[in-house]
Nanobody, 124 residues
Framework: QAQLKESGGGLVQTGGSLRLSCLTSGRTFSGHAMGWFRQAPGKEREFVAVISANGDNTYYHNSVKGRFTISRDNAKNTMWLQMTFLEPEDTAIYYC?????????????????WGQGTQVTVSS
């Protein structure tokens, strides 16, 4: 059974950093685009960053450009989200997701596989 498991969330002060990890198991996702999404209380889930299957192409939400970096290592079945200069507005549950696509352009929606999420809280 395919599984995605996030880790690395926590409580951090404004301006701090966190590194989220997404470990996959049960099947290979080396041919899948993957991404990080988040949902804040009372808000809809939004994409944060996505990455192509081979890692060459990435795309970020405007609100995190220059602060967050998405990466992956298919040999380790792992994807990461390095978050720096965190702001209270970044507080949310962060989810990793995967979707099979034929193009090298990672999509920002329509993902099929999801993790359970990890809480990130940024205090002011």
């Amino acid at each position: 059974q395919a599984q995605l498991k996030e880790s690395g969330g926590g409580l951090v002060q404004t301006g701090g950093s966190l590194r989220l990890s997404c470990l996959t198991s049960g099947r290979t996702f080396s041919g899948h685009a993957m991404g990080w999404f988040r949902q804040a209380p009372g808000k809809e889930r939004e994409f944060v960053a996505v990455i192509s299957a081979n890692g060459d192409n990435t795309y970020y939400h405007n609100s995190v450009k220059g602060r967050f970096t998405i990466s992956r290592d298919n040999a380790k079945n792992t994807m990461w989200l390095q978050m720096t200069f965190l702001e209270p507005e970044d507080t949310a549950i962060y989810y990793c997701a995967a979707r099979y696509v034929l193009t090298h352009t990672p999509p920002t929606s329509g993902y099929d596989y999801w993790g359970q999420g990890t809480q990130v809280t940024v205090s002011s």
